[in-house]
């Protein structure tokens, strides 16, 4: 018998065949590297849109504690005197009136929004019907035209109403204007949850009115948040709604001007006097509520959006 040559590895050439040899090894290190490259490019990217979003909102705030001279002189500079009189200024000059306006439409046309979106949505989801995708794709076309090409009927049909200047009408225009975005985001994540506890709760008994209150929308909170958010953002900022719909009508006829109407009142009412530091005063006033709305509900908006995909 011949005697068979034995063949002694070395621990290097047995982890490299194990690991598929040099060329697996170099592939590897190859998308490791466009992996330190993509991330490098993600992360940097994302810390240029920080400053281009923080720097403005720095200077807006910092006008606010400065004078004409100081703003004109450098804008990212240190206020020499801190004080208030800017805020007190401009909620004297109105600002105060146009945030409580805002306020009282927002009230009832953000919960409004949210009823009437989520049950159209949670239907339209989950409910079977003759004509079904048609009234969906209905909804969500409202979506794909600009808010500026239905003005002129918009506004003829609000004053049939004899609803022009008013809160009522606003609302009912706002909650029309979010419906769209509201009943097509909703009805994704209806779609998402489990059909079991839907058909458990009809073999208990509940009644549609109870399974849509009591159960769905529990479970769809997560959703409920992240599209409450945007629809106070969208309707926060609306500036062309307003500025058609909320124009006094008459001499009697009181102003109900919105926080995005009153800034630019703001600005006209100074005239040829500059009090730049009011009118800075006068958005940070307005950008605050908003900050803290989305930096407390942060969380939640992220949720919403991830757990649809996650389900």
Request: charge should be neutral; glycine fraction near 8%.
């Amino acid at each position: 018998m011949t005697a068979q040559p034995t063949v002694i590895k070395t621990q290097g050439e047995d982890a490299s065949e194990r690991s598929g040899g040099p060329a697996r090894t170099g592939e590897q290190g190859g998308r490791r590297s466009e992996g330190v490259v993509l991330n490098v490019f993600s992360h940097g990217f994302l810390v240029v849109w920080a400053i281009l979003i923080v720097l403005p909102l720095i200077w807006l705030a910092l006008g606010s504690f400065k004078t004409d001279a100081q703003i004109g002189g450098s804008a990212l500079s240190w206020p020499s005197n801190w004080n208030f009189d800017a805020f007190g200024r401009a909620w004297d000059k109105g600002i105060g009136d146009y945030f409580a306006n805002t306020l009282i439409v927002m009230v009832f046309s953000v919960p409004l929004t949210m009823l009437f979106g989520s049950m159209a949505a949670y239907v339209l989801a989950r409910y079977p019907f003759p004509g079904n995708r048609f009234i969906y794709y209905f909804f969500v076309s409202g979506a794909m035209f600009p808010v500026f090409l239905a003005l002129v009927p918009l506004f003829f049909m609000v004053k049939r109403f004899d609803m022009l200047n008013t809160y009522q009408g606003l609302i009912l225009v706002y909650v029309a204007y979010s419906m769209p975005f509201t009943v097509f985001f909703m009805h994704s994540f209806f779609r998402t949850l489990p059909t079991a506890v839907h058909e458990a709760a009809v073999i208990d008994g509940a009644s549609d009115t109870r399974i849509f209150f009591q159960v769905m929308v529990p479970m769809a909170k997560p959703g409920l948040i992240s599209v409450g958010i945007f629809n106070i953002l969208g309707q926060w900022n609306q500036y062309i709604l307003p500025s058609v719909l909320m124009q006094p009508q008459t001499g009697s006829d009181p102003e109900r001007y919105l926080l995005t109407q009153g800034l630019i009142q703001l600005q006209q009412q100074q005239g040829y006097e500059t009090d730049l530091p009011v009118l800075f005063a006068g958005v940070t006033i307005a950008m605050i509520p908003m900050l803290v709305v989305y930096l407390s509900f942060q969380r939640q908006i992220q949720a919403g959006l991830t757990s649809a995909t996650l389900k």
